[in-house]
């Protein structure tokens, strides 16, 4: 399958067990390290139309909880969530995986068991 690509941070603990998996099952993939590279606003949108907007926001990683109340309530539309995402890639849930067509958000253990 072409296309296989894993976005993340690379010193993330839920990063090193998808790639640990991935290996495992003999995947062979690029990654992209958004931290460090940054993530285009092109590429956000085409993710956002592959999967609801708010399944991409890490709510429960420390980037979010320290965003104050009003920031916070400020998400609203994908609009704001890719302005958001840009400036504080940590917010993008992990790991984002491209296989082709098909997106994965997230340590999902059908995908990395």
């Not at 072409?2 to 839920?14: D, R």
């Not at 998808?18 to 390290?33: C, M, V």
């Amino acid at each position: 399958m072409a296309g296989k690509i894993i976005y993340g941070i690379k010193n993330c603990n839920t990063m090193q067990k998808a790639f640990e998996s991935l290996k495992k099952q003999g995947i062979e993939f690029e990654f992209h390290d958004y931290k460090k590279s940054g993530i285009s606003d092109e590429k956000i949108r085409e993710w956002f139309s592959k999967a609801d907007w708010e399944k991409f926001i890490n709510r429960q990683g420390l980037t979010w909880k320290k965003l104050s109340d009003s920031e916070k309530e400020a998400v609203k539309t994908a609009e704001d969530a890719i302005k958001l995402m840009m400036e504080k890639t940590s917010l993008i849930k992990r790991p984002v995986l491209e296989l082709g067509k098909k997106l994965i958000i997230g340590l999902d253990p059908k995908v990395y068991p």
